[in-house]
């Protein structure tokens, strides 16, 4: 969610209307239900619905049939830089201490760290699998969007000083952000708020904040310096939470077309402009399908789509899909 640090309070708070008023008044009023899709007969909801994955998608959509697929040994600078600077890792002996910046390892504290380094990036394996079963996510896009957002350190982060968003977790989720999916994902909302009062948590700052704080998994003490307890909770969130995205960009869709989005979009379309919507925001979806639909009057692809991304916000959550749905890890296909 990197560009929403770079648009000012008022530009936030704006998206945030739109989101919530605008895009649901507009063209196609009807919202569709994240269980059964109610604006249509289909009964799955497009987010969810996984038919015909084109084999040149299928390096990022394929699920394993078990965690150990995942399984991967990259360099990671900045989890080595974190490892070393909280002490978990001894790199004393190399040259800087082992550090390139404040951040980030140099090679002989990549080379010092890699054990650890590969250990903590497949300890989400098994949760990153669980999170596809009962969620819903695709597993390779959530382990991708793990390792772009954090390098595996489910910690605390800020852009620069002058940063005041912080960012939480395995997947850097900022309060904005998880106000909306509280939003837009049911069950992301019954995980965190008492059914017992009437109090709307997504609207209560602090609680937000505390449930945000919960994503943390860095632990002092623990090896390697993550609570694998936390491991499993902060994986599971941050799927329902992506899925909270995915359920407004069908909406999205299908305010743009007045279509049922599994009709004009395909499975792995509506999942690259998830990703949009993750780190640019909705109105950057909108705009984009809604054009394009001017353009098509029917099915539209991603190529179509992207070249009606021109606003530099929008072309960075263009740049961020593309990244996340790469050939990155040497995963086979299914």
Request: glycine share 6%.
């Amino acid at each position: 969610m990197k560009m929403v640090r770079n648009v000012n309070i008022k530009r936030i708070i704006a998206v945030a209307f739109i989101a919530v008023i605008a895009f649901l008044s507009g063209a196609g009023a009807s919202r569709l239900d994240p269980e059964n899709g109610t604006a249509s007969a289909q009964s799955i909801h497009p987010c969810l619905y996984r038919v015909n994955v084109p084999f040149n998608e299928m390096h990022w959509l394929y699920v394993p049939e078990s965690a150990d697929e995942l399984y991967t040994e990259e360099q990671f600078f900045f989890l080595a830089g974190q490892l070393i600077n909280e002490g978990v890792v001894d790199a004393s002996f190399c040259p800087t201490g082992g550090m390139r910046d404040i951040d980030y390892a140099n090679a002989c504290g990549m080379a010092t760290a890699l054990p650890a380094v590969i250990e903590i990036q497949n300890s989400v394996n098994e949760a990153v699998l669980r999170a596809w079963r009962e969620v819903g996510v695709p597993p390779v896009l959530l382990k991708q969007m793990i390792r772009r957002e954090s390098q595996f350190w489910p910690s605390t982060h800020t852009k620069d000083e002058m940063d005041y968003l912080l960012e939480f977790g395995f997947g850097h989720m900022t309060y904005f952000g998880m106000q909306n999916a509280l939003m837009w994902n049911r069950d992301l909302y019954a995980k965190i708020c008492s059914t017992s009062t009437n109090v709307n948590c997504r609207q209560e700052e602090g609680i937000v904040n505390q449930f945000l704080y919960s994503l943390v998994a860095t632990c002092d003490g623990c090896k390697n310096g993550i609570d694998p307890n936390q491991v499993d909770y902060s994986v599971d969130i941050l799927a329902e939470s992506v899925l909270g995205h995915c359920y407004q960009t069908s909406q999205l869709i299908y305010n743009a077309t007045d279509w049922y989005p599994s009709l004009v979009v395909d499975y792995a379309t509506i999942w690259k402009l998830t990703l949009v919507n993750y780190t640019s925001g909705p109105n950057c979806v909108y705009d984009a399908v809604s054009e394009t639909f001017d353009q098509t009057d029917g099915p539209m692809s991603w190529a179509e789509i992207s070249s009606n991304i021109s606003d530099g916000n929008c072309e960075y959550g263009m740049y961020y899909a593309n990244t996340i749905t790469e050939r990155y890890f040497d995963f086979p296909p299914d």
